[in-house]
C-alpha cells in the first residue's frame, strides 16, 4: 500500500471511486427492478449477491487485463459491400448485453402495463437463483465497461510517469470495492424507493432501454460497422444519457412533490351542498 503516500494516488483513487459508482447507477437500476420481483425477505440478499458479483467480476478482469485488452481485436471481419465489420470479443459481449437489455426492459414494461396483477405466489415463482443468474449476465456486461474505465483513467506507466502496473492495480481494486460499498449502502433505499412508486418503476425501465440502445450502439462502433462506404455507427457519449436519467428523475421528483403536497379538490356548492343535506337529514 506505498502506492498511497502518493498524493497522485489518492486523485486517482477519488477520482475512479466517484466514475465507478456513477457507472454504478444502471446497475443498481436494474437490481431494483429484478429484486423487486421477489419475495420481500429475498430482495435484500438479490442486492447483495449482485453487487458483491459486480465487484468478484470487476476484480478477476482486472487481473486478466491483458485479456480484456485482447478481446478488442477483431477475430471475424466481414464487407458485403453495403454493409462491413469486424466482429471482436468484446463487440459481442456489449452488444449481446444491450440486446438482453432491450428485451428484459421492454418485456417488464409490457407485464406491468398489459399483464396480470402480480401475486405473492407469483413474486416467488420467479426464483432467487433466476434472478441473480439475471445479474450475472448483466454485470459481466457492465464489468467491461466500468474495468475499460479504470484502465483509461489510471496510467499503468513506470514512475513518475504513472503508477506502475503493481500500483495502478491496487488503486483499480481499491477504487472498485470502495464503489461497491457504497452502492451496497445506498442500494436498499434506491429499490425501496422504486418499488413504492410505480411512475419511477417505468422511468427506470425507460432507462433501462436507453441503456440497451447505448450498449447496441457501442457495440456497433466497437465492430467498426459501416453502411457503404462512409456511414460510420458512434458511440452514444454517456454524458447524455446520465443528464437524461438525472433531467427525468428531477421532474419525477418535484412530481411526487406536488401530488404530495395537492389538496383534494373542493366544489364551489359543496359547503351549501352539506348543509342543506343536513337539515334535510334534521327535519326527516
Same mark, same amino acid.
Given at each position: 500500500?506505498?502506492?498511497?503516500?502518493?498524493?497522485?494516488?489518492?486523485?486517482?483513487?477519488?477520482?475512479?471511486?466517484?466514475?465507478?459508482?456513477?457507472?454504478?447507477?444502471?446497475?443498481?437500476?436494474?437490481?431494483?427492478?429484478?429484486?423487486?420481483?421477489?419475495?420481500?425477505?429475498?430482495?435484500?440478499?438479490?442486492?447483495?449477491?449482485?453487487?458483491?458479483?459486480?465487484?468478484?467480476?470487476?476484480?478477476?478482469?482486472?487481473?486478466?487485463?491483458?485479456?480484456?485488452?485482447?478481446?478488442?481485436?477483431?477475430?471475424?471481419? /466481414?464487407?458485403?459491400?453495403?454493409?462491413?465489420?469486424? !466482429?471482436? =470479443?468484446? +463487440?459481442?459481449? *456489449?452488444?449481446? #448485453?444491450?440486446?438482453? &437489455?432491450?428485451?428484459?426492459?421492454?418485456?417488464?414494461?409490457?407485464?406491468?402495463?398489459?399483464?396480470?396483477?402480480?401475486?405473492?405466489?407469483?413474486?416467488?415463482?420467479?426464483?432467487?437463483?433466476?434472478?441473480?443468474?439475471?445479474?450475472?449476465?448483466?454485470?459481466?456486461?457492465?464489468?467491461?465497461?466500468?474495468?475499460?474505465?479504470?484502465?483509461?483513467?489510471?496510467?499503468?506507466?513506470?514512475?513518475?510517469?504513472?503508477?506502475?502496473?503493481?500500483?495502478?492495480?491496487?488503486?483499480?481494486?481499491?477504487?472498485?470495492?470502495?464503489?461497491?460499498?457504497?452502492?451496497?449502502?445506498?442500494?436498499?433505499?434506491?429499490?425501496? /424507493?422504486?418499488?413504492?412508486?410505480?411512475?419511477?418503476? !417505468?422511468? =427506470?425501465? +425507460?432507462?433501462? *432501454?436507453?441503456? #440497451?440502445?447505448?450498449? &447496441?450502439?457501442?457495440?456497433?462502433?466497437?465492430?467498426?460497422?459501416?453502411?457503404?462506404?462512409?456511414?460510420?455507427?458512434?458511440?452514444?457519449?454517456?454524458?447524455?444519457?446520465?443528464?437524461?436519467?438525472?433531467?427525468?428523475?428531477?421532474?419525477?421528483?418535484?412530481?411526487?412533490?406536488?401530488?404530495?403536497?395537492?389538496?383534494?379538490?373542493?366544489?364551489?356548492?359543496?359547503?351549501?351542498?352539506?348543509?342543506?343535506?343536513?337539515?334535510?337529514?334534521?327535519?326527516?
Amino acid at each position: 500500500m506505498e502506492i498511497l503516500s502518493n498524493p497522485d494516488a489518492w486523485i486517482a483513487l477519488l477520482t475512479l471511486t466517484f466514475l465507478e459508482i456513477i457507472l454504478g447507477i444502471d446497475n443498481i437500476v436494474f437490481l431494483s427492478i429484478v429484486s423487486g420481483k421477489l419475495k420481500a425477505e429475498d430482495q435484500p440478499k438479490a442486492r447483495r449477491i449482485g453487487l458483491l458479483l459486480a465487484m468478484l467480476f470487476r476484480i478477476i478482469l482486472l487481473f486478466g487485463i491483458t485479456w480484456v485488452m485482447g478481446l478488442k481485436e477483431s477475430f471475424y471481419d /466481414f464487407d458485403f459491400g453495403f454493409f462491413s465489420g469486424g !466482429i471482436s =470479443g468484446q +463487440s459481442l459481449i *456489449i452488444f449481446g #448485453g444491450g440486446l438482453f &437489455l432491450l428485451y428484459k426492459s421492454v418485456s417488464e414494461i409490457h407485464h406491468k402495463l398489459e399483464g396480470e396483477e402480480e401475486s405473492t405466489a407469483g413474486k416467488a415463482s420467479s426464483g432467487l437463483s433466476g434472478a441473480i443468474i439475471q445479474i450475472a449476465l448483466l454485470n459481466i456486461v457492465f464489468s467491461f465497461d466500468s474495468i475499460l474505465t479504470a484502465i483509461g483513467l489510471v496510467s499503468s506507466a513506470e514512475p513518475p510517469a504513472g503508477f506502475g502496473y503493481a500500483g495502478s492495480l491496487e488503486i483499480m481494486i481499491m477504487a472498485i470495492i470502495l464503489s461497491i460499498i457504497v452502492m451496497l449502502a445506498f442500494a436498499g433505499p434506491v429499490s425501496k /424507493f422504486v418499488n413504492e412508486h410505480p411512475t419511477i418503476q !417505468i422511468l =427506470g425501465l +425507460s432507462f433501462l *432501454i436507453l441503456i #440497451g440502445v447505448m450498449l &447496441l450502439a457501442e457495440g456497433s462502433h466497437l465492430a467498426n460497422f459501416k453502411f457503404g462506404n462512409d456511414i460510420e455507427v458512434h458511440s452514444i457519449p454517456k454524458g447524455y444519457l446520465y443528464f437524461a436519467i438525472f433531467f427525468s428523475l428531477f421532474v419525477e421528483f418535484l412530481n411526487l412533490k406536488m401530488k404530495k403536497n395537492r389538496k383534494p379538490v373542493q366544489l364551489k356548492n359543496s359547503k351549501i351542498m352539506d348543509e342543506k343535506l343536513t337539515n334535510d337529514d334534521f327535519l326527516d
